[in-house]
């Protein structure tokens, strides 16, 4: 698959309402998308996906067999639609059920209701997911190396999935601090990409080593994160952090900040 036009995705609709489906299918309609699948529970989904590739699921949080965790996390399990863009619409807010679906690496988190605006970006992000074509590959030949840190597998994986569009193919994994330090001891990278909240150690501390004791001080580093603590943020600025990205991200974000940080 090339560049893909918002006309030609398929989107699949899980919500137990009948009213709110209505009213995402309609907003999807709207947005340009002319094929929908509609599902009330995550059972009747997973019974669709048998037969259907849908480019993207968008869910409620809440569904009568299920929650939105478990269905995204059973998709990115599946051999067929692990990386199957994935949106959550809901007005969950709380810390603990929107985590884990951040790590999952997901095109987008909306409210409910949601705006024309937030959809129209969690679709552009699909797309942005779902383009493979050659022209975005655009640091192919310069034979760069990142190391991805994130205690989350499926994080690592999405975020490795963009740097591979970017044609950044040499790509090592780390879950923690501590583990991506033996990496930077061992090898010379491009650019780290890293979370923020990691037992063992955190991005700040591995910020702090690389900055202070390590062998490449000046190595750029890019946080994507779901902290939304504004001091703890501010001392991961203060560390010397090369630049700071949020979860759900867009991955045009991603590529942007990249390519800036490496031609810097």
Same mark, same amino acid.
């Given at each position: ?50 037969? +259907? ?5 968008? *869910? ?17 399990? *599946?051999? +067929? ?21 951040? $790590? ?12 024309? $605006? ?21 640091? +192919? ?63 700040? +501390? ?7 004791? *390590?062998? $490449? ?41 990249? $390519? ?5």
């Amino acid at each position: 698959m090339s560049s893909i036009g918002l006309h030609e995705l398929v989107v699949m609709v899980v919500e137990p309402s009948a009213v709110q489906r209505r009213i995402v299918c309609r907003a999807l309609l709207d947005s340009g998308v002319a094929t929908i699948l509609d599902s009330d529970c995550g059972a009747d989904a997973f019974a669709r996906l048998r037969n +259907e590739c849908p480019d993207l699921v968008i *869910s409620a949080m809440y569904l009568p067999d299920m929650t939105a965790i478990d269905l995204v996390q059973r998709l990115r399990e *599946s051999a +067929e639609h692990a990386d199957t863009p994935f949106v959550l619409v809901s007005s969950e807010t709380r810390f603990r059920y929107l985590d884990p679906i951040r $790590q999952a690496g997901v095109a987008g988190i909306l409210p409910k209701p949601f705006t024309d $605006q937030q959809l129209r970006t969690a679709l552009s992000a699909t797309v942005d997911l779902l383009d493979d074509s050659t022209d975005a590959r655009v640091l +192919e030949d310069r034979g760069l190396r990142a190391l991805v840190v994130d205690d989350s597998s499926l994080s690592r994986k999405h975020v490795t999935r963009v740097l591979n569009s970017l044609g950044i193919d040499h790509v090592d994994h780390a879950a923690d601090g501590v583990a991506a330090i033996a990496h930077i001891r061992d090898h010379l990278y491009d650019i780290v990409i890293t979370d923020y909240n990691m037992p063992h150690m955190d991005g700040k +501390e591995l910020i702090d080593h690389i900055r202070h004791d *390590s062998a $490449q001080t000046t190595l750029p580093v890019l946080m994507v994160t779901g902290e939304d603590n504004a001091s703890r943020l501010s001392a991961v600025q203060q560390s010397g952090v090369s630049a700071i990205c949020d979860k759900p991200f867009e991955p045009s974000v991603i590529r942007d900040l990249v $390519q800036q940080i490496v031609d810097a």
